[in-house]
């Protein structure tokens, strides 16, 4: 009975209780959570060193940087603020310059038209080539004898002031500011008929007719530069990807 007590069971083997087929002993399960866990000594090669400062198996930060602002819907290097056809905003001083021009215009227009429908002269000297009573009351005063200079001048002043003010130069559809080149090329080109009407079928100049020429003279130059100078930027971001 005592050398039955005293008897030990050597290292490694087995005890009278037998272990189910297939299961792991508490050594062996040990060892496979160590080979299991990333960076440990049974999941790592021999001879492979971790870098210094920086966790076995982490990623670099320069690369989860990168793709995390990659990731992200704002983020400027991945979403370009704007696209290849986008169109800057006009500048401060581009708008202010043509709303100015336009109310001007727009007040001339309806001083003059006040004038023509209450048949009042307008305040203007007679003497000598400028006699603005002889131009206001003439027959080129009226478009093929029936659309009054003035009126007309009234309406296209009244479009000029909504499409050239803050609210109409925000606006990005195309068709704005088609709408705007097209209109001052036309009243550019009606200005010069008048011209033509008052130097040589009329023999007189008004001086009313004459501010509202030099305004849409301005205006003209203005709409003009800003279709020809203000064009879409040129996107790096776009240009790099693309040479990629």
Request: hydrophobic letters at 45%; one cysteine or more; charged letters at 15%.
């Amino acid at each position: 009975m005592s050398k039955t007590r005293n008897r030990q069971v050597p290292a490694g083997g087995k005890t009278g209780a037998r272990q189910p087929a297939g299961r792991p002993g508490p050594r062996q399960s040990s060892q496979a959570r160590d080979q299991r866990q990333p960076g440990s000594a049974g999941g790592r090669a021999a001879g492979s060193k971790p870098a210094a400062g920086r966790p076995a198996g982490a990623r670099p930060a320069g690369t989860a940087g990168a793709r995390a602002a990659r990731s992200q819907p704002g983020a400027t290097a991945a979403q370009p603020a704007t696209g290849p056809g986008a169109i800057p905003p006009a500048p401060r001083w581009l708008i202010i310059a043509t709303l100015a021009l336009s109310v001007i215009g727009l007040g001339i227009s309806i001083y003059l038209t006040i004038d023509h429908l209450t048949g009042a002269v307008p305040i203007c000297s007679s003497k000598g080539i400028i006699n603005c009573a002889n131009v206001t009351t003439s027959a080129e005063s009226k478009v093929f004898g029936i659309f009054p200079v003035s009126e007309l001048g009234l309406a296209f002043y009244a479009f000029m002031v909504v499409v050239n003010s803050p609210w109409g130069w925000r606006l990005k559809h195309p068709a704005v500011r088609w709408l705007r080149l097209g209109s001052v090329i036309v009243g550019i080109g009606f200005v010069l008929y008048l011209v033509y009407a008052e130097l040589i079928q009329i023999g007189n100049i008004c001086l009313w007719c004459t501010g509202v020429h030099i305004v849409t003279f301005f205006l003209f130059v203005l709409v003009v530069f800003d279709a020809v100078f203000r064009q879409a930027p040129v996107n790096p971001v776009a240009r790099y990807g693309a040479r990629k």
